[in-house]
């Protein structure tokens, strides 16, 4: 079974770009969480899919920051335009149960903002 | 909202038995998680308590307490590859949804 796969691993772009990253979850799995770790920092909740709903965004940054899960399947993270503070490591991770404490995690996408 | 404490750097030596403490403060607990994570790589579940006591798995043990709102993650036997950042996260419960809320990680190093 494939587990979380994300696109791009790695991505430098410079400030005022455009980023999207991309997330497949692992197949059945209907909640979808994207996190980011900073250097050195906690890793720090975004949001949270259940199928195509976002049940909650509220650690969005900031409306630089857009996510979709297109009918309940991949998910999508556009950082439009990029700043230098948006660079750190984006994870996403998928689950069937929420009680349960387990995620499992993609490898991440780096981004490097300039 | 949501506070994790856990140290910032732990280091032993093979064969040792390390502890990784984690003390939280949070509305809505539901249980608690570890999570381990090598060179920045995907983090991967350990275990999970969601009642008081200790949970066994082979050389790993992880132990909540609720009323102190404390837990920790006990490495049995350590091995080189043991080497990794550890994370506690708690698992908020706000009504709707539930989110998992990761502390800042300890980073073991073990050393032969």
């Known amino acids: 079974e494939a587990g979380v796969t994300q696109f791009p691993s790695h991505s430098v772009i410079e400030k005022g770009q455009t980023v999207t990253l991309r997330c497949d979850p692992i197949s059945g799995h209907d909640n979808l969480y994207w996190y980011r770790r900073v250097m050195g920092k906690e890793i720090k909740f975004l949001l949270h899919?259940?199928?195509?709903?976002?049940?909650?965004e509220s650690g969005m940054p900031n409306n630089r920051f857009l996510a979709e899960r297109t009918g309940g399947t991949y998910s999508t993270l556009k950082v439009q335009p990029a700043e230098l503070e948006d660079s750190g490591v984006y994870f996403c991770a998928s689950s069937q149960d929420t009680f349960t404490g387990e995620l499992f995690f993609g490898e991440g996408s780096r981004l490097t903002v300039l | 909202g949501q506070s994790l404490e856990q140290p910032s750097e732990v280091t032993a030596v093979e064969g040792a038995i390390v502890q990784i403490n984690c003390t939280y403060q949070?509305?809505?607990?539901?249980?608690l998680s570890w999570y381990q994570q090598h060179d920045g790589g995907a983090p991967t579940f350990l275990s999970y308590n969601a009642l008081d006591g200790l949970e066994e798995t082979g050389r790993f043990s992880s132990f909540l307490s609720r009323s102190d709102s404390y837990g920790y993650l006990l490495l049995q036997e350590l091995q080189m590859k043991d080497s990794a950042s550890y994370f506690c996260?708690?698992?908020?419960?706000?009504?709707?949804?539930?989110?998992?809320?990761f502390g800042t990680g300890t980073l073991l190093a073990v050393q032969p």
């Open positions: 899919f259940v199928k195509e709903s976002k049940q909650d």
């Open positions: 949070t509305s809505g607990f539901y249980g």
């Open positions: 996260a708690v698992i908020h419960y706000g009504g709707a949804t539930n989110k998992l809320i």
